[in-house]
């Protein structure tokens, strides 16, 4: 099974560009020309308008795809509501919001047959998904492959692995994603996720607000960070199945099923800028300082979802990837602060230069939360290494981590603030730093 995906993922070719126009047809003259909507679509295909955001969105902004099918989406039975097994949506009210610093080690494994979507354990989140505002953080493990089909009405996937690969069969197209990539599901898009290795381990950032996008720039230049140009887009690749296939539905926090008389991955061809993407995150072109100072972790945005107010994002993704330390007189590692943000984060490989690595510390497949105004920062360990370290420009290497930011207090699961694997002794890590003040210098 994972030997064939794997030699499907080998030959795939795809769509270079973050919110280009991408067009795609796996059967040549498939798309229509000049026109959407044609009377008689190619090929007997139906034509189909899947959008992302309001019609009258600015231009900047608008994300629709046409989509030209075997049968149209509308072609199903009724929905019928189904577990929602250990997924959780905004508003998240199972517990209160939590001022304590929250750390938990990796997902425990899952029983036998666990695919992608029943592999889904909401950790917690903010806002609404009615309200099309704020966020959800997922972790998966799966070791089974999907054989049905899954769609998000709530918000984007943001699919962040961090042990094993899946190759997400979309509506676009084909899509491998493996740990230190990263790939986007947009809202509404239909996928199954096969699994490239036995199992598969990571996180999900759920989106209910507005679409990821590339940051602006600013003073940093028309080049940096996550160039446009390293955004891979699937081509157009269809099955056409005939026959029982179950297609899972999230809308406003519950799913609902249905079984279909045949595939939905049924695009033939499709143009639009709402489309699945996978990013590299090796590619990231990170900028720091050259001279001093640890600069404050937005520079390491590699997409974000802006609110209305400017500057202020629902929730960015934020990356720490490889890159040389060089500031003077400079403590290196990122600084004690307390933030109005929230922030949730991850690790992919290695360890994270603010924290202990190793067991009971922060790992791979673990994560932590340190809400709105909650202090943290360097563990004692960390500082205490980083006050005394010779300050040679330095490789950091080693690890590979990320951040979720958000503009609103995440509220844990009751599943995830009762978790057997959440740390009870993370406040720990930050006892012990010894005073150091001499009033007399
Ligand atoms: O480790 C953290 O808390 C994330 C973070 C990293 C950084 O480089 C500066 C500030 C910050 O919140
Ligand atoms: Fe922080």
Same mark, same amino acid.
């Given at each position: 099974? #994972? ?12 769509? #270079? @560009? ?23 679509? $190619? ?45 959780? *949506?905004? $508003? ?5 919001p939590d001022p304590n610093r929250l ?6 494994? $899952? ?14 989140? /903010? ?57 986007? &599901?947009?809202?509404? !898009? ?16 759920? /989106? ?6 590339? $940051?602006?720039?600013?003073?940093? @230049?028309?080049?940096?960070?996550? /160039? ?12 056409? !199945? ?6 899972? /539905? ?16 049924? &695009? ?17 072109? !990170? ?21 209305? *107010?400017?500057?202020?994002?629902? &929730? ?13 007189? *400079? ?6 602060h307390r933030n109005v943000m929230s922030e ?18 922060? !790992?791979?497949?673990?994560?932590s939360l340190h809400n709105m105004m909650s202090a943290h920062g ?20 080693? @690890? ?5 930011? *958000?503009?609103?207090p995440m ?15 993370y406040d720990?890590?930050w ?11």
């Amino acid at each position: 099974m #994972s030997r064939d995906a794997r030699k499907t993922a080998e030959l795939l070719t795809y769509l #270079s @560009g973050f919110g280009n126009e991408h067009s795609s047809e796996a059967v040549p003259g498939a798309l229509p020309v000049a026109r959407n909507s044609p009377q008689r679509a $190619p090929l007997g295909l139906y034509a189909e308008q899947l959008s992302g955001t309001a019609f009258t969105e600015p231009r900047a902004q608008n994300r629709r795809s046409w989509l030209y099918r075997i049968r149209p989406s509308a072609a199903h039975p009724a929905f019928t509501r189904t577990d929602n097994g250990t997924i959780r *949506t905004g $508003p998240f009210t199972e517990t209160v919001p939590d001022p304590n610093r929250l750390r938990w080690n990796p997902l425990p494994e $899952p029983p036998e047959g666990t695919d992608f979507l029943a592999g889904l354990w909401t950790l917690g989140g /903010n806002g609404d998904a009615t309200q099309r505002t704020g966020m959800a953080v997922h972790l998966y493990h799966a070791n089974s492959s999907m054989d049905r089909v899954f769609s998000d009405a709530d918000g984007e996937l943001l699919i962040v692995p961090e042990r094993g690969g899946l190759l997400l069969h979309t509506e676009f197209g084909r899509l491998p994603v493996e740990p230190a990539q990263i790939a986007l &599901v947009p809202r509404g !898009v239909r996928f199954r996720a096969e699994l490239l290795d036995t199992s598969a381990r990571g996180y999900v950032c759920e /989106n209910y607000g507005a679409p990821f996008r590339l $940051p602006d720039l600013g003073p940093i @230049g028309a080049n940096g960070l996550a /160039n446009a140009r390293d955004f891979q887009a699937p081509t157009a690749a269809y099955e056409d !199945v005939e026959g029982p296939v179950e297609v899972v /539905n999230k809308f406003c926090g519950n799913l609902w099923t249905a079984t279909y008389d045949h595939s939905p991955l049924d &695009v033939v061809a499709w143009h639009g800028n709402h489309v699945p993407y996978l990013y590299d995150l090796r590619r990231f072109n !990170v900028m720091g300082t050259i001279s001093y100072d640890h600069p404050d972790p937005s520079i390491f945005t590699v997409l974000t979802s802006p609110s209305d *107010t400017p500057g202020l994002a629902g &929730v960015d993704f934020v990356a720490f990837t490889p890159r040389w330390l060089v500031g003077e007189d *400079t403590f290196r590692p990122p600084y004690f602060h307390r933030n109005v943000m929230s922030e949730y984060m991850g690790l992919i490989e290695g360890a994270y230069d603010a924290k202990t690595a190793g067991e009971g510390g922060f !790992v791979p497949g673990g994560g932590s939360l340190h809400n709105m105004m909650s202090a943290h920062g360097p563990d004692r360990e960390t500082f205490d290494r980083a006050s005394a370290a010779e300050l040679r420009p330095q490789k950091l290497d080693d @690890g590979l981590a990320f951040m979720f930011e *958000t503009r609103w207090p995440m509220t844990a699961t009751a599943q995830a603030a009762r978790a057997e694997h959440l740390q009870q002794a993370y406040d720990d890590v930050w006892s012990g730093l010894r005073r150091h003040f001499r009033p007399a210098g």
